[in-house]
């Protein structure tokens, strides 16, 4: 075991404060990373990795893009936070509600948790309802009210539910299968009038990514308006990833609220929650739904969103992260084609997963039939040359506009031994 784990470990629960980067699933140390640079980070080794995780999303530019950089640099001096409101805060709370069709309004929170919670919070508030309905395997952050049949960690260390959910907290969130419209109606017709909202990751990537069966987002969005429920996009991940306007602009369909996060602070800690203006001036001091937070709309951590907003508005941003996108799926699916080991590469935009299944992926169930072991293999392989993906079967990766044709390349050839290795064990 490495000293700085084993340090850690003595510290801290796992050695990590956040249990996905335990690299437990993996059977695996976690690397500690010491630093990063554009589409690379290297360890406190000194070895190099080109960075497919960034972040666990947020990194869209890659690391330490100079334009960020400079901004913190030059905002640091001036203080790092004063609990007052700050212009900074309006700036990119007005560049939100310029790109994203379903904000109206949006207030600024410090975690994709945070966000989520308190949109449900605000749903109950003006809906008057108590029920939430949400899909087995999307993950929304680790507050109580979902952490019910949820991706990311829980489903990475197999944790059915958590322990220290109540039985009456368990009993208001309704679970459904993601793609099914059947199964949601059936939900509507027992209890309709009781749901305050349907919240989803519009492409789950919690799971791996799950793209939405054609339709099935216009599907829902029919049956929430027809039952008087709210519409909830988790957009914490596809939030400016997906486009700049996120999946709702992708796939043309326009929630009620929408969460936001991971690229919207850059690498610094911002989220945001936001929707239809009638239904956020129910938030205080406005209306009577309570959210509060010392460090919300923090003035680095807005300098950092507004920023990287500023470079994702450039022209052709968009067009040059699907190019290379495709590039990659085309070159990992050729790879496993190579070393005869059927996958399923699912990409929505630059957001992508591996699955060793031959079968398509479109569900949770599909997603359980894909082998585990094949997936952990590849996986070391790539490490060991310098690749780093996301390090769980149930969690996507990400290209970002530091990724280029070298990163592309070298990535595609340590895919071939990596492919090789997993058709080995198959
Ligand atoms: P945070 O509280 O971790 O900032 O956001 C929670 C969250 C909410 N909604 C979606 C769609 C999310 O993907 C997340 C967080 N995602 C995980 C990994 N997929 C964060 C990584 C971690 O837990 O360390």
Known sequence: MSSHFEKAQTYIPGGVNSPVRSMKILDMEP?????????????????EYIDYMGSWGPLILGHSHPQVVEALQEAVKDGLSFGTPTQKETTLARMVIEAVPGVEMVRMVNSGTEAVMSTLRLARGYTGRDKILKFVGCYHGHFDALLIKAGSGVAT???PNSPGVTEGTAKDTLTSPFNSLKAVEDIFDQFGEQIAAVILEPVPGNVGVIPPLPGYLEGLRRIASDNGSLLIFDEVMTGFRLSYGGAQERFQVTPDLTCLGKVLGGG???????????????????????????????????TAGIETLNVLQEPGTYRELEETSQRLEKGLQEAAQEAGVEVQVNRVGSMFSVFFNSARVTDLETIHQSNKEQFKEFYRSLLEDGIYLSPSPFEASFVSLAHGKEEIDHTIQASRRAFARAAGIG
């Open 157 to 159: 260390l197999g944790l």
């Open 31 to 47: 690397v500690f990373i010491q630093k990063g640079s554009g589409p690379r980070f290297y360890d406190t080794g000194g070895k």
């Open 268 to 302: 610094m800690p911002v989220a945001a929650f936001g929707g239809r203006r009638e239904i956020m001036e129910m938030l205080a001091p406005q209306g009577p739904v309570y959210q509060a937070g010392t460090l919300a709309g923090n003035p680095l951590a807005m």
